[in-house]
């Protein structure tokens, strides 16, 4: 063999092995990059292998947002209205339930309806009501107070900048669905049993008997 291969021979050795030494000399490197660099610390477990220590050991607080809840009536609605808590703490992606108050204070019996507002207005579009009153139309009759439920959902989606959402009810008295309630009643004022009109058309005759 020429001494030029001998040569070639002994280099192609010297770099495998310096390959093999680098592999080996990673692991050290990576150490100290992660310790020095990124200040995160690097254990041996029982198995040999590394392990970021913290990265996993503290459980990641979940996300709350603060719920408020106003209420209040237009001026023609003689109703009291208000909710029965103030705020709530939720996690989005989970089913909340609350109540509101509501009593008729006039002597009669009125139909309501309620219109809910969100705000801010960014968070409206992640507030998802699954159950309320605002949904159908609300009869109290003179002096019955009734406590009516909401059932709300925030989206896990909701922008991490929104930390508090205010859910708010205007209640407007139903002018159409009232006079509904008081026209059969009227309708019965107006009309006279066939009795009364024969008495009546007597007693105004010319010609009855004196």
């Given at each position: 063999?020429?001494?030029?291969?001998?040569?070639?021979?002994?280099?192609?050795i010297?770099?495998?092995?310096?390959?093999?030494?680098?592999?080996?000399?990673?692991?050290?490197?990576?150490?100290?990059?992660?310790?020095?660099?990124?200040?995160?610390?690097?254990?041996?477990?029982?198995?040999?292998?590394?392990?970021?220590?913290?990265?996993?050991?503290?459980?990641?607080?979940?996300?709350?947002?603060?719920?408020?809840?106003?209420?209040?009536?237009?001026?023609?609605?003689?109703?009291?209205?208000?909710?029965?808590?103030?705020s709530?703490?939720?996690?989005?992606?989970?089913?909340?339930?609350?109540?509101?108050?509501?009593?008729?204070?006039?002597?009669?019996?009125?139909?309501?309806?309620?219109?809910?507002?969100?705000?801010?207005?960014?968070?409206?579009?992640?507030?998802?009501?699954?159950?309320?009153?605002?949904?159908?139309?609300?009869?109290?009759?003179?002096?019955?107070?009734?406590?009516?439920?909401?059932?709300?959902?925030?989206?896990?989606?909701?922008?991490?900048d929104?930390?508090?959402?205010?859910?708010?009810?205007?209640?407007?008295?139903?002018?159409?669905?009232?006079?509904?309630?008081?026209?059969?009643?009227?309708?019965?004022?107006?009309?006279?049993?066939?009795?009364?009109?024969?008495?009546?058309?007597?007693?105004?005759?010319?010609?009855?008997?004196?």
């Amino acid at each position: 063999m020429s001494a030029g291969n001998q040569r070639g021979i002994v280099k192609m050795i010297g770099v495998a092995l310096a390959a093999f030494a680098f592999t080996f000399a990673l692991v050290p490197l990576y150490r100290i990059a992660c310790e020095k660099v990124f200040g995160v610390r690097l254990e041996r477990t029982a198995a040999g292998t590394d392990d970021v220590q913290g990265y996993n050991a503290a459980p990641k607080t979940a996300r709350t947002i603060t719920v408020q809840f106003d209420g209040g009536v237009n001026s023609k609605l003689p109703w009291a209205f208000k909710p029965n808590q103030l705020s709530m703490q939720v996690r989005p992606g989970e089913q909340y339930e609350t109540t509101y108050f509501a009593r008729n204070t006039s002597q009669r019996a009125i139909v309501g309806s309620a219109v809910p507002s969100v705000a801010p207005a960014l968070a409206s579009g992640y507030f998802s009501k699954t159950e309320c009153f605002c949904f159908t139309a609300q009869t109290l009759a003179a002096g019955e107070a009734r406590d009516m439920p909401v059932r709300f959902i925030v989206d896990p989606s909701l922008p991490d900048d929104v930390h508090t959402i205010t859910l708010s009810y205007t209640f407007f008295k139903n002018e159409t669905l009232t006079a509904q309630l008081k026209a059969p009643k009227a309708l019965a004022s107006k009309t006279l049993p066939t009795s009364a009109l024969s008495k009546s058309t007597l007693s105004t005759s010319p010609f009855a008997a004196p």
